[in-house]
């Protein structure tokens, strides 16, 4: 447990609110970002990361839009959204809420330095989600 209290010199500790290892971001010329392996775990230290840290820098915009997809379970979507991430070089979040296979419902989260780059996805993303006969909730 010892080592887990280690961090490198001059880093910050990134807040994990679902588990106990923090997220450590190091800034610098070239910024590194290392987060715990547990899905789960990385995903919300990734969303405190953009929102408290990739969201102040001055020089970087950021854009982000929610939406709520009713109809589509998580891993039917997901190779889709890996396609519009590497496409558009965007950051998408899938979140389910429910995990009722006959009902599921899933939240996403875009977000992009570009409104143009957001508005682009959000168009793929969403004709995708019809396309799969999901309906859609903003």
């Known amino acids: 447990r010892i080592k ?11 807040p994990n609110p679902e588990g106990t290892a923090p997220g450590i971001y190091m800034p610098g010329e070239t910024e590194i970002l290392c987060t715990p392996g547990v899905p789960r775990e990385m995903a919300a230290i990734l969303e405190i990361f953009i ?22 379970i998580e891993s039917t ?22 995990f009722d296979l006959k009902k599921p ?10 409104m143009e780059k957001l508005n682009e996805s959000l168009y793929e993303l969403k004709k995708v989600i019809k396309d799969l006969h999901g309906k859609i909730e903003e």
């Open 105 to 114: 419902v899933l939240d996403i989260q875009i977000v992009s330095d570009s």
């Open 77 to 98: 979507l997901a190779p889709y959204v890996k396609k519009i991430v590497d496409k558009y070089n965007v950051y998408i979040k899938t979140h389910p809420v429910s």
């Open 51 to 72: 929102k408290n840290f990739m969201k102040k820098k001055s020089d970087q915009e950021h854009h982000e839009k929610n939406i709520r997809v009713k109809g589509i």
């Open 4 to 14: 887990m209290a280690y961090m490198p010199e001059n880093s910050i500790p990134i």
